[in-house]
């Protein structure tokens, strides 16, 4: 018999951001379509183009639909919302503030594309990283060994850091885009954020693919542009 997941369907976790926000982390749901799409729109045109590689003003519903409707095995995400206690500025408290997302690759199967998203306001707050540490646990609890992400390689910056932190291997896929796989951090679910986290080299690369280049999955960028 199995062990039972840590990353199940009743998973809830809470935090408090560096600037007092609180939040809690849970698994996504179908029924967060328009939390999703209000978030999409709190995305700046900047946040967005680093995100799609092209301008994107809204979601349809079949996106929605791709995004939501998941097996949250081998299509996984886990988003943060602003807790509903938090309603001071008279706003709607049920915000949508990030979604940690993978999508098991068919060949090989223990290998998946990912990536983080975090609203321009919730942006340096520790947020980041929380959804790294948990998709990380998430994955390698779902037999994921590696995660590939696609980066410009047209970005000086970029391609620096991708020499510094050695991954396993990088493949130029075209259009300017280059693939990149790196081994999984050991990872605890409930490791708490700390320098060497931030220090270690898959979570700079998603920081910085997250200022200056695209991480979603070939999926999800071929689905967006139809």
């Given at each position: ?6 990353f199940?369907?009743?998973y809830v976790?809470r935090h408090?951001l ?5 939040i809690y982390?849970?698994?996504?749901r ?24 092209s301008?994107k003003?809204?979601?349809s519903?079949?996106?929605?639909r ?14 943060a ?5 938090d309603?001071?500025d ?9 979604v ?5 690759l ?17 942006q340096r707050?520790?947020?980041g ?7 990380v ?5 779902r037999g994921?060994?590696?995660f590939r992400c ?8 970029m ?11 990088t493949i130029?896929?075209g259009?300017?885009?280059?693939s990149?796989?790196l ?19 898959m979570?700079?690369?998603?920081r910085a693919a ?6 979603w ?10």
């Amino acid at each position: 018999m199995s062990e039972p997941r840590f990353f199940s369907l009743d998973y809830v976790e809470r935090h408090t951001l560096r600037d007092g926000t609180p939040i809690y982390m849970r698994l996504l749901r179908p029924d967060d379509k328009e939390l999703l799409r209000a978030g999409f729109h709190r995305l700046s045109p900047e946040s967005r183009y680093a995100r799609f590689l092209s301008p994107k003003a809204a979601l349809s519903d079949d996106e929605l639909r791709y995004l939501c409707e998941i097996d949250q095995e081998h299509h996984f995400a886990i988003g943060a919302v602003r807790d509903p206690g938090d309603g001071s500025d008279g706003s709607d408290p049920t915000v949508g503030l990030g979604v940690a997302r993978f999508i098991r690759l068919s060949d090989p199967p223990d290998t998946a594309e990912a990536a983080i998203t975090v609203v321009d306001q919730a942006q340096r707050q520790g947020l980041g990283t929380l959804l790294f540490l948990r998709l990380v646990a998430a994955a390698a609890e779902r037999g994921i060994q590696r995660f590939r992400c696609e980066v410009l390689v047209g970005n000086a910056g970029m391609t620096a850091l991708i020499e510094q932190i050695d991954p396993e291997r990088t493949i130029e896929t075209g259009d300017g885009v280059m693939s990149i796989e790196l081994a999984l951090p050991s990872i605890t679910p409930t490791q708490p954020a700390t320098e060497d986290t931030q220090q270690s080299s898959m979570y700079r690369l998603f920081r910085a693919a997250a200022q200056n280049a695209v991480e979603w999955t070939e999926a999800v960028r071929k689905l967006w542009r139809h």
